[in-house]
């Protein structure tokens, strides 16, 4: 990025709008997952702030619409708690095949045999405007503060913690008071205004999963990605268009979504020319599509090696959607800031690397990976005693998980 010079910031009082013990930056499905489980945790003040309007993130206003598996490929579900709730809950009555909505495989659904299981993948297809409605009253029922249009803008801190977290609103700026914060913003951005170390990476391709009206007048859902390794040159040696981007520059996080789209309209002409007719696009994403961005560097960073490693700090667990058989543990020290003691991250914010990280950004391990940074954030905020995540105590952290039917085995990586 091309810095011409700098500008002085006016000094200015910002108003505090809110007083919590957690605030949750990022409503994506590792941000809902936290909230719910922080709120969850006896009196606990929960607020969840998200720049667009609507929950789920790359899931719903992406149209990314497949929940990936709970389980390891092998008949085992390594995730349970509010993974598992949220995918209940994301189905719908009706199966629709073209659309990918699909309900829970029966032998996820109830007396099926490993055997069976080892088949058949506990995952599910929903629809994206359904999931967000019910994501939002789940929140509401469970008095989590929502706030909408809101951008994260920095912190406040003192002594090493955050006090209070300042976000740009129809308002204008505003602070919110807080005990705890948990970054999941998608791009760790809590993590590097506290001045935490975070790692950034390129490599990022098109991608617009797309709806539209076929020839037929049939609604299609159109999942439309480069591949994430594309040839540099063809079979004769000449050179092709190469797609990468980055997502933490504001000219790479634009280009990206104008190819994007581009992509979009042009996969339409495609379809045009090969089915005749005239197909017509009707619901396309509205935010950027990265897979990876900008992420925490912890104490412990996963990595590939890592499949079937028990972590004494374990707080959950989580297949591999791509294969069958690697099972990783989540332990806290992957999650919790270094330098801020009362921050901790989820979803694609937490420290993973390489092919891990692929394994750690999707739907099932966002949303494992929230539970757990919610409830360590909830019982940090209502904990005098405690100052860091690394203050609390692990196994009632455990205990109190696996009673909320999370999933702590560790037989499972044995």
């Known amino acids: 990025m091309k810095v011409f010079g700098k500008v002085q910031e006016a000094r200015a009082d910002i108003p505090v709008i809110g007083e919590f013990d957690v605030v949750v930056v990022g409503g994506g499905i590792a941000g809902v997952a936290a909230a719910l489980a922080a709120a969850r945790v006896r009196g606990t003040r929960v607020c969840l702030m998200e720049k667009v309007c609507a929950l789920g993130g790359l899931a719903t206003v992406g149209n990314v619409i497949i929940y990936l598996p709970l389980c390891d490929g092998k008949g085992r579900q390594v995730i349970g708690g509010i993974g598992e709730e949220l995918l209940r809950l994301s189905v719908d009555e009706v199966e629709v095949p073209n659309l990918r909505i699909s309900k829970v495989p029966a032998c996820w ?25 019910k994501m939002e009253r789940l929140l509401l029922k469970n008095h989590i503060t929502l706030y909408y249009d809101m951008r994260f803008s920095t912190v406040v801190k003192k002594n090493g913690s955050i006090t209070a977290v300042i976000a740009e609103s129809k308002a204008g700026r505003v602070a919110l008071s807080c005990k705890a914060v948990v970054d999941c913003s998608g791009e760790a951005d809590v993590c590097r205004e506290s001045g935490e170390k975070t790692v950034s990476i390129g490599g990022n391709v098109r991608c617009g999963w797309y709806y539209y009206i076929d020839k037929d007048e049939k609604v299609q859902l159109r999942c439309l990605t480069d591949p994430l390794r594309i040839r540099k040159v063809d079979e004769n040696g000449n050179r092709l268009k190469y797609y990468s981007f980055r997502g ?42 990265f897979r990876m961005s900008r992420r925490l560097a912890a104490k412990v960073t996963l990595k590939e090696s890592d499949d079937h490693r028990w972590f004494d700090d374990t707080l959950g667990m989580t297949g591999d959607w791509r294969k069958a058989g690697p099972v990783f543990c989540l ?26 990280w692929d394994v750690t950004r999707v739907i099932p391990t966002c949303a494992v990976s929230g539970e757990a940074a919610g409830i360590a954030a909830a019982f940090l905020a209502t904990n005098d005693e405690c100052r860091s995540f690394f203050d609390l105590d692990i196994p009632t952290l455990q205990k109190y998980i696996k009673r909320h039917n999370g999933i702590i085995d560790k037989g499972l990586v044995r």
């Open 109 to 133: 659904d109830g007396n099926g045999t490993v055997e069976e299981r080892s088949k058949h993948r506990f995952r599910v297809g929903f629809n994206p405007i359904t999931f967000e409605y």
């Open 248 to 289: 933490d520059l504001p000219e790479q996080v634009t280009a990206q979504v104008l190819e994007s789209r581009k992509m979009m309209m042009e996969d339409i002409e495609k379809i045009r020319e090969k089915d005749g007719g005239n197909p017509i696009p009707i619901m396309s994403p509205t935010i950027s599509t």
């Open 331 to 356: 332990p806290l020290r992957c999650l919790a800031a270094v330098k801020t003691a009362n921050l901790i991250t989820a979803g694609r914010c937490l420290s993973s690397m390489g092919d891990t």
